[in-house]
């Protein structure tokens, strides 16, 4: 591991009532990842690994269990501090780019940081800086329609750093491109991880898997590696 706990799960259950049965989904899960830390999420269809997923950014609770993001116990608090927390501590990549079609690449990078507390300028400044990392830097001004699907990508994942997350959650992030462009988003997400950012990438493929420090495998909503 690279550092201390960033996040701390323990004994996290999650069931969902399907009319008078229960379907438990994850069970007991006990699990740590470390500050700076690239770890693979793996598991088939039906694994767990999506709700669990779901559940380290914030976007649903455990019913049972704890869950601490850099000491703080995320598990109790209300809707309004998750979706603030959420916001500001965890950025999000996904399969689908979820780009505004009507916003140039910048405009679209911009999007997280109206909801917090900077400046317009400074999310700009922050923004073209971002892009520029991503290799984007003659593309600031092009709507999605005109970029590749990489590209989009490219733009996702800046804008998922825009607000500076603790974790950088990618679920998914290659599905829609083709195998050399694949490989061009892992080498940019491993390139990030070592200035320092904690990456959990969610996948069912073992060869992006294998970009990851450690993978964490679950099945019938255990853990059964880590």
């Given at each position: 591991?690279?550092?201390?706990?960033?996040?701390?799960?323990?004994?996290?259950?999650?069931?969902?009532?399907?009319?008078?049965?229960?379907?438990?989904?994850?069970?007991?899960?006990?699990?740590?990842?470390?500050?700076?830390?690239?770890?693979?999420?793996?598991?088939?269809?039906?694994?767990?690994?999506?709700?669990?997923?779901?559940?380290?950014?914030?976007?649903?609770?455990?019913?049972?269990?704890?869950?601490?993001?850099?000491?703080?116990?995320?598990?109790?608090?209300d809707d309004?501090?998750?979706?603030?927390?959420?916001?500001?501590?965890?950025?999000?990549?996904?399969?689908?780019?979820?780009?505004?079609?009507?916003?140039?690449?910048?405009?679209?990078?911009?999007?997280?940081?109206?909801?917090?507390?900077?400046?317009?300028?400074?999310?700009r400044q922050?923004?073209?800086?971002?892009?520029?990392?991503?290799?984007?830097?003659?593309?600031?001004?092009?709507?999605?329609?005109?970029?590749?699907?990489?590209?989009?990508?490219?733009?996702?994942?800046?804008?998922?750093?825009?607000?500076?997350?603790?974790?950088?959650?990618?679920?998914?992030?290659?599905?829609?491109?083709?195998?050399?462009?694949?490989?061009?988003?892992?080498?940019?997400?491993?390139?990030?991880?070592?200035?320092?950012?904690?990456?959990?990438?969610?996948?069912?493929?073992?060869?992006?898997?294998?970009?990851?420090?450690?993978?964490?495998?679950?099945?019938?909503?255990?853990?059964?590696?880590?």
């Open positions: 591991m690279s550092g201390a706990a960033l996040i701390r799960l323990r004994g996290v259950d999650k069931r969902y009532q399907q009319g008078e049965l229960a379907v438990e989904v994850l069970k007991g899960i006990d699990l740590d990842i470390a500050a700076g830390e690239f770890v693979a999420l793996l598991g088939p269809s039906g694994s767990g690994k999506s709700t669990l997923m779901h559940i380290l950014g914030l976007l649903d609770r455990p019913s049972s269990g704890s869950y601490y993001l850099a000491g703080e116990d995320v598990a109790s608090h309004d501090r998750l979706s603030e927390l959420r916001n500001r501590a965890i950025g999000f990549i996904f399969q689908t780019f979820y780009l505004v079609p009507y916003l140039s690449a910048l405009e679209n990078v911009v999007l997280p940081g109206l909801y917090g507390p900077e400046s317009g300028r400074h999310l922050r923004a073209e800086e971002l892009l520029v990392q991503v290799g984007l830097s003659e593309r600031l001004d092009f709507r999605p329609s005109q970029l590749s699907g990489g590209q989009q990508q490219r733009v996702a994942i800046a804008r998922a750093l825009l607000c500076s997350p603790q974790v950088l959650l990618a679920d998914e992030p290659t599905g829609q491109l083709d195998s050399n462009t694949s490989a061009e988003i892992m080498e940019l997400l491993a390139g990030i991880h070592r200035r320092g950012h904690t990456v959990i990438l969610v996948t069912h493929d073992h060869a992006t898997a294998a970009f990851a420090q450690r993978r964490i495998v679950l099945n019938d909503g255990c853990i059964v590696l880590a």
